[in-house]
């Protein structure tokens, strides 16, 4: 299975997307039973349970304005309409009604109308996609503030991996230090251990790109290589490269310039 496609397509599907919106959203309602808001959380550390929420929630109002709109240019606000909860205790039922206001987006919108997008693929399917992976980390954040060890299917988080390489050179306006991602030709290898998700990444003069490795490619300058889920934890910065269950090959310093200017 190749996750990824020249225009950033991915083989898993605008509906794939949009149910496990619904799934990751309700496994991050069920880690909020119980726990304190003001818990600090590990993978955003500046962040409480409570901010984390209302990002999670505040993203998939925000990107369901944007399907609606079908915008064909950066908007010029983000503000939208957030309807917060009066207190604590109704945050689970906000972070739930957030979720049917996506769905209510995604049931009125052709995956495949074209938009405006940050990344490469320039149609309504690239913001379910995003909008997934905004959810499914911070899912995971969620359950680590609580306590919980995360589980993430196999498939989307090799899809997230795709999804994440792909779009990453064109991060800058909000991500600016990947602008330094830049080399003469380095090659960096990022591989899955349970699936066939195997990615070399390019340095060059100008930008950076990714490709779908095949078998035959030249060994890279560096790389690193996980399970798909702790790959994809490793990209977003929820997981240290020196972890035991991350296997890391060839020039450390490659390694370290990467990590250290592809914060998302």
Do not use: K
Not at 58 to 72: E, G, I, P, Y
Not at 79 to 84: I, K, M, N, P, T
Not at 147 to 174: C, H, K, Y
């Amino acid at each position: 299975m190749n996750t990824s496609h020249p225009t950033g397509r991915p083989a898993v599907g605008p509906a794939a997307h949009r149910a496990a919106v619904a799934t990751e959203t309700a496994a991050f309602v069920a880690a909020l039973e119980g726990a304190e808001l003001s818990a600090p959380v590990p993978g955003c550390p500046e962040w409480t349970l409570r901010d984390l929420v209302r990002h999670t929630g505040s993203v998939q109002r925000l990107f369901s304005a944007l399907l609606h709109r079908l915008v064909q240019e950066p908007p010029r606000s983000r503000e939208v309409e957030l309807q917060l909860p009066a207190a604590d205790d109704g945050w689970a039922d906000w972070l739930s009604a957030s979720a049917a206001v996506a769905a209510d987006a995604f049931a009125a919108t052709d995956p495949d109308a074209p938009m405006w997008a940050w990344g490469v693929d320039q149609h309504a399917r690239f913001w379910m996609r995003r909008m997934l992976f905004e959810t499914l980390v911070h899912r995971t954040d969620a359950e680590r503030a609580v306590g919980r060890r995360p589980v993430i299917d196999p498939a989307l988080a090799t899809d997230g991996v795709a999804e994440f390489l792909t779009n990453l050179p064109f991060a800058t306006s909000f991500a600016p230090h990947t602008a330094r991602l830049r080399g003469n030709g380095e090659t960096l290898r990022f591989r899955c251990t349970d699936t066939d998700g195997d990615w070399l990444v390019r340095l060059g003069p100008d930008s950076f790109h990714a490709t779908p490795r095949t078998g035959d490619a030249p060994a890279a300058d560096a790389g690193v290589q996980a399970t798909a889920a702790d790959l994809l934890l490793l990209l977003y910065g929820r997981l240290d490269r020196t972890a035991d269950t991350v296997e890391r090959t060839g020039d450390e310093e490659l390694l370290t310039h990467w990590f250290t200017n592809s914060a998302f």
